[in-house]
């Protein structure tokens, strides 16, 4: 807690008993040593059994010492995807960049990824429920093939043919399922409706019942992938990032203040649900285009030096079908 009262993102503290602690460290240092010499000099014969999986424990173990111990101290992050208008903002492209910040580069148990949906829909809260069974399969997929960009969407109009047959295989499927998705919500999208059998498939969809209409209504709050639920898990048996639908209350006497009283709301949910020390907003038709994205900010956030000065970072915006005349350099080439 800080001196006026608030908790800080993070501090840099120094430490007491540095000798003590130094021996400690020196000794914890030496027995990873012993345990990997010991590893080393215990290698299975060539055709004795056991050799291969010794090798890969050897190999997982220096993994851990020398890549795994920074994502211990990365802090829990919180990504807010702002929605709103049905009609320019169809619920496929608000999917899309939802799975863009599902696949991030980042710790899953420490990315929560939460949608407002403005308008209430439950064609959206459909869309998302879709999303959150396909990213089963996106993202091993995208770890696989290290995917850039990781909207579906992007990567699949960027790609034009693949030289490995099995990649090209494995490519033919996910973009077939991905296709799948797509259709069906595009066609529930179409004739804005949902059949039964799709309603039945989440206890969600009951908020609808007693749903009036865009400017009225209560709460809507689902959470479709919860990280303390064992069975989160992609297909590879990985955990999966927290999944949140929210629309929030509206009543047709308050003023809803567009954008910024979605974030206020999100602050509020997230608080209780995640709670991340970091905050990242996107819009719903802006899907990120770097899977590295948050671990770019958290350089300036989490830098030693200048990291309590900084409170936001502002990453640059790329526009398809911008006029000649535009001024703020964001199109792309
Ligand atoms: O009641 C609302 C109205 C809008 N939005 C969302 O807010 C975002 C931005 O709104 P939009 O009308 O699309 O504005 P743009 O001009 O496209 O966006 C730019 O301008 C906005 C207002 O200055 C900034 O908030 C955005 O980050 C910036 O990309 C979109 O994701 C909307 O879905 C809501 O969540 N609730
Ligand atoms: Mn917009």
Redesign the pocket.
């Known amino acids: 807690m800080g001196s006026d009262g608030y908790v800080p993102l993070f501090e840099t503290k120094k430490v007491k008993g540095n000798v003590i602690y130094k021996l400690f460290a020196v000794s914890i240092f030496f027995g990873i040593c012993l345990i990997l010499v010991y590893r080393y000099s215990h290698i299975p014969r060539e055709g004795e059994d056991g050799r291969w999986a010794w090798i890969d424990c050897l190999w997982l173990s220096c993994g851990s010492v020398f890549s795994g111990y920074d994502e211990v101290q990365f802090p829990r992050v919180d990504v807010f ?5 049905p009609t ?2 169809p619920p496929i492209l608000v999917i899309n960049t939802v799975l863009s910040v599902l696949a991030y580069d980042y710790p899953t148990e420490k990315l929560s990824v939460y949608l ?1 949906d ?1 308008a209430g829909s439950d064609i959206t809260f459909y869309a998302l429920l879709e999303a959150s069974h396909f990213v089963k399969e996106w993202i091993p997929y995208c770890k696989k093939f290290r995917v850039e960009p990781r909207s579906p969407e992007a990567y699949f109009l960027s790609i034009s043919d693949l030289n490995d047959v099995n990649e090209a295989k494995e490519f033919e499927a996910i973009k077939k399922l991905y296709e799948d998705m797509e259709n069906r919500i595009t066609r529930a999208a179409k004739v804005d409706q949902l059949t039964e059998e799709q309603q039945s498939k989440h206890k969600g969809f009951s908020h609808w019942d007693s749903y009036s209409s865009i400017r009225d209504h209560d709460t809507i709050l689902q959470i479709l992938i919860d990280r303390r639920d064992r069975n989160a898990r992609d297909i590879e048996g990985y955990s999966l990032p927290t999944l949140v639908y929210l629309a929030r209350e509206k009543r047709p006497q308050y003023p ?8 206020n709301a999100l602050i509020r949910v997230s608080g209780k649900i995640s709670n991340g020390q970091i905050i990242h ?6 899907y990120s285009n770097d899977s590295q994205s948050v671990r770019d900010a958290l350089c300036f956030f989490m830098d030693e030096e200048k990291g309590q000065e900084v409170a936001f970072v502002q990453f640059s ?1 790329g526009l398809k079908n911008v006029t000649k005349n535009e001024i703020y350099v964001a199109h792309f080439e």
């Open positions: 995807v702002c929605k709103a208008d320019i903002e407002s403005d809803h203040n567009f954008k910024a009283g979605a974030m907003n996107v819009d719903c038709d802006m915006e």
